[in-house]
């Protein structure tokens, strides 16, 4: 296995991971949902596929990472999604060749639930529905050459849990069963319909996860990480901040980090 120094490129057996997108341990504090979920590509022979697709605010970067590796859009065969959340499917209209893989249990519980009210993208599920290319799984299937799918319901009934199997070790791909490493320690979770549902999804990702040395698991919204000594250790560097304009035209702007280790807000100039 190789593994680039910024943690976003992983080579194990005949794939080659490459993560679009880090996701992101945090809520804003008084603008709603901040969404920054993990996005991952994988390549496998002549298959693309994509872990989760994030939401609106990152189709730009995906538009950009695509053109940066030489690849078009409708180079991927196959979207993956972990649950219906916004911030994890709504582009998967991005991709409309695409097979589009979702659990039944969370399409079928998606379609249920009201508008207006919740972070279900309701229109796109209700057109994801009928979409030629949608591809409705259950427990346990292969939904990728290599790669099963595992129910884990807790943050919502129907998510999945995408284990690869790369030969000399694996990589778990966990959505928002378990978000991050506080929840992956703690064994509780913000945004559960039910605690002990939860925990039990989670003592199963510990489980997928530690069945091999080696082993990586990719959060729905952290950074990779392994085992070392039965701790959990990180791959590869937090990115995260805003750019603000809060001075008097546009060519100064105010970059804010979002990391625990931050100095003071600091003046940049525009880019």
């Not at 290599?146 to 959505?175: C, K, N, Q, Y």
């Not at 100064?252 to 280790?261: A, Q, Y």
Request: with cysteine; charged share 25%.
């Amino acid at each position: 296995m190789s593994v680039s120094k910024d943690g976003k490129k992983f080579s194990i057996g005949d794939y080659e991971i490459d993560i679009i997108v880090h996701g992101f341990p945090g809520k804003s504090v008084c603008h709603g949902s901040l969404g920054f979920s993990t996005i991952a590509l994988i390549r496998h022979g002549d298959r693309l596929a994509l872990v989760d697709v994030g939401s609106f605010g990152q189709r730009g970067l995906l538009m950009e990472h695509f053109a940066e590796r030489g690849l078009a859009l409708s180079d991927v065969t196959d979207v993956l999604l972990t649950h219906s959340h916004y911030d994890h499917s709504i582009n998967w209209t991005m991709f409309p060749d695409a097979r589009i893989v979702i659990g039944q249990t969370e399409l079928d519980w998606s379609l249920e639930q009201p508008w207006g009210v919740t972070v279900v993208p309701e229109l796109y599920v209700r057109e994801l529905k009928t979409w030629p290319t949608l591809c409705t799984v259950e427990d346990g299937a292969e939904v990728f050459p290599g790669i099963t799918a595992h129910m884990a319901a807790g943050h919502t009934p129907g998510s999945l849990v995408f284990v690869l199997d790369g030969g000399e070790r694996d990589i778990v791909f966990t959505g928002d069963a378990c978000k991050n490493r506080a929840e992956l320690l703690s064994r509780a979770a913000d945004m559960t319909y039910d605690a002990a549902v939860t925990r039990a999804s989670i003592d199963a990702i510990w489980s997928f996860w530690s069945r091999r040395p080696g082993n990586i698991l990719m959060p729905g919204h952290d950074l990779p990480m392994v085992l070392e000594n039965d701790e959990p250790r990180y791959l590869g560097k937090r990115e995260a901040a805003i750019r603000a304009w809060y001075g008097e035209d546009l060519n100064e702007t105010t970059v804010i980090s979002l990391l625990p280790d931050a100095a003071a807000p600091a003046k940049a100039a525009a880019e």
